[in-house]
């Protein structure tokens, strides 16, 4: 079958844009109401994207810049999503669930669950939390160190997919007439002991119809690029241009071989912020309306929290980037973007804030349906992606333009599905249903992680 791109739509409440909520057509309720997400889902759906994607967080920004965004209060990823399975049946349900403020078995035991729930369509996407504030909310007075996140993500991915592997695809016999609801020979205990984790198990939920949920990862940093080589199905990523995307595909499709993964196991999807017009100059026009409601206060607090949960209020707005030291909470991928961003255009705090305030460093295409389809196009075909996570700046306007004018262009061009090719998400995203470790395992033996 001819390669095709992979679409995520990645929602965000009322839209992308920090000021999306005062536009005149996005609902101002967008994160607490369901027929919203209803909606949103079902023109994803119809537009055969391969899935629906939702980030998370577990603590709200200052109260200063809360009170000014619309992002600062939505609905738990999986209970919405599990809700959403319900009145969809093809499109994936992808959701965040943070590695640093949860335990493995409460991750493993819902997105299983998920799984089960929408017939094979869940996905996982595994972050280590970028956003300091989410430490204090949890116990803690400071957030985990960098090497500390990616290593406690590393050893609680490892627990998870063992969890869903306790149980053999055909461990339920459930015979009335024998009294044998499970065989016992199929049930597998994990017994993980390691650094950060020590579980027992098993899962008390059976092995799910992709056998795993589908594992997404974001980070970009060293640390987080040698995790997602090693463990993850599919990467969104930041990159600004052609040359930048090219690279980090090629540096991560490189490590796969190491850990005996081939390059049609892992498949790279930046995000691409998508402003649609009839004219570049319409499409522009639309972008400009949520720029004049940018406050520069907000734009440049929004760039403190991407830039690594710096607080940047003491400097003058009309000033420089100040040099920053390396994060340590945040994402070290995402400051070196933004602080090289910065430096190349010679951006003061309030002009880069105000930069980002739509797609928050991810790369921007703002025309017609044909020039945004040509770049797309151009990435695809060029070694840069194999898909991409479509941000928009407000909803769900700026979804149906994409869905409605974008769309038909690629599907014209036959580089994106016109139907649905398997009922997986797997399936859909060309990805193969991992076998269970103990299928062909008399004796599991107790495990020790290191």
Known sequence: MTRQIKLGAFLMSSGHHIAAWRHPDAPANAGSDFAHYKRLAQIAEAARFDALFL???????????ASRTAHSVHFEPLTLLSALSAVTEHIGLIATATTSYNEPYHVARKFA??????????????????????????????????????????????????????????????????????DPAKLHVLNHVG????????????????????????????????????????????????????????????????????????????????????????????FDAFQQWVEPQVGVALLGRMLGNFDLSQYPLNGPLPELPLTD???????????????????????????????????????????????????????????????VPHLPGGLEDFAQEVVPELQKRGLLRTHYEGTTLRENLGLKRPANRHAESLHPQHETFR
Do not use: C
């Open 55 to 65: 980030a998370d967080n577990v603590a709200i920004a200052p109260s200063d810049i």
């Open 113 to 182: 669950s998920l799984d089960h729930l929408s017939g094979g369509r869940a996905g996982w996407n595994l972050v280590t939390s970028d956003n300091a504030a989410e430490a204090m909310n949890f116990g803690r007075e400071q957030h985990f160190g960098h090497t500390e996140r990616y290593s406690r993500a590393r050893e609680f991915h490892h627990v998870v997919t063992g969890l869903w592997d306790s149980w053999e695809d055909d461990a339920f016999v459930r015979d009335k007439p024998s009294g044998v609801f499970y």
């Open 195 to 286: 650094e950060h984790f020590q579980v027992k198990g098993p899962l008390n939920v059976a092995r799910s119809p992709q056998g795993h949920p589908v594992v997404v990862q974001a980070g970009s940093s060293e640390a987080g690029r040698e995790l997602a080589a090693q463990t993850a199905e599919v990467v969104f990523t930041a990159q600004t241009s052609l040359a930048d995307a090219q690279a980090f595909y090629a540096d991560l499709k490189g490590r796969l071989a190491h850990y005996g993964r081939s390059s049609e196991d892992l498949k790279i999807m930046p995000g691409v912020f998508v402003v649609v017009g009839d004219t570049q100059a319409l499409a522009r026009e639309k």
């Open 329 to 391: 909470s945040g994402q070290q991928s995402r400051q070196k973007l933004l602080t090289e961003l910065a430096g190349r255009e010679n951006l003061s705090l309030a002009e880069l804030g105000r930069q980002i305030a739509g797609g928050r460093g991810h790369y921007s295409l703002i025309g017609t349906p044909v020039q945004i389809a040509d770049e797309l196009q151009r990435w695809f075909e060029n070694g840069a992606a194999d898909g991409f996570n479509i941000l």
